[in-house]
Nanobody
Framework: QVQLVESGGGVVQTGGSLSLSCVAS????????MAWFRQTPGKEREFVAG????????YYADFVNGRFTISRDNTKNTMDLQMNSLEPGETALYYC????????????????WGQGTQVTVSS
């Protein structure tokens, strides 16, 4: 069992940057693969980035195109997503997710979710 809370969302101009954070409760954070997903009205929740349990392997959706960096600190039970060069199409509710297994890009594979943090990119 793990509880997740996201923070760091806000409003930025096109081309700006934001850093999102996810803090997890529990004593076994390092046993969970983690990921960020996002969702806009009328669209399916989509994978953004994932990271392995030890933090040594990261995975990104094609649209990231080198602009984002996912990281985690297992000593602090935190996971972050640094986002640069943001575009209006990336306006969405961003979710932190956890899975007590290897990384996956499919939202149905994740067992635990935060409440989401809103990112709005204005033009």
């Amino acid at each position: 069992q793990v509880q997740l809370v996201e923070s760091g969302g806000g409003v930025v101009q096109t081309g700006g940057s934001l850093s999102l954070s996810c803090v997890a409760s529990g004593r076994t954070f390092s046993s969970y693969a983690m990921a960020w997903f996002r969702q806009t009205p009328g669209k399916e929740r989509e994978f953004v980035a994932g990271i392995s349990r030890d933090g040594r392997t990261a995975y990104y959706a094609d649209f990231v195109n080198g602009r984002f960096t996912i990281s985690r600190d297992n000593t602090k039970n935190t996971m972050d997503l640094q986002m640069n060069s943001l575009e209006p199409g990336e306006t969405a509710l961003y979710y932190c997710a956890a899975r007590q297994s290897t990384s996956s890009s499919y939202q149905g594979d994740y067992d635990y979710w935060g409440q989401g943090t809103q990112v709005t990119v204005s033009s």
